[in-house]
């Protein structure tokens, strides 16, 4: 038996962890679907004596 779901990706990626935060909140608060799984990653990077951070979250989704 063969079972096919609609699944789809939303993307964030900010450069704060609030905005992350907010973006992501925003979006599941118009989300009429089954959510399947959150993932979350942080990175950083040294660009000359700056640190610069990234935030980003996939969540993966029903769209049934």
Request: proline share 0%.
């Amino acid at each position: 038996i063969r079972i096919e779901v609609d699944m789809k990706v939303k993307i964030f990626d900010e450069n704060h962890e609030k905005d992350l935060e907010n973006s992501v909140n925003m979006f599941l608060s118009t989300l009429n679907s089954d959510i399947i799984d959150i993932k979350y990653q942080v990175s950083v990077s040294i660009f000359g004596e700056e640190q610069v951070y990234c935030f980003s979250a996939m969540i993966i989704y029903n769209t049934e």
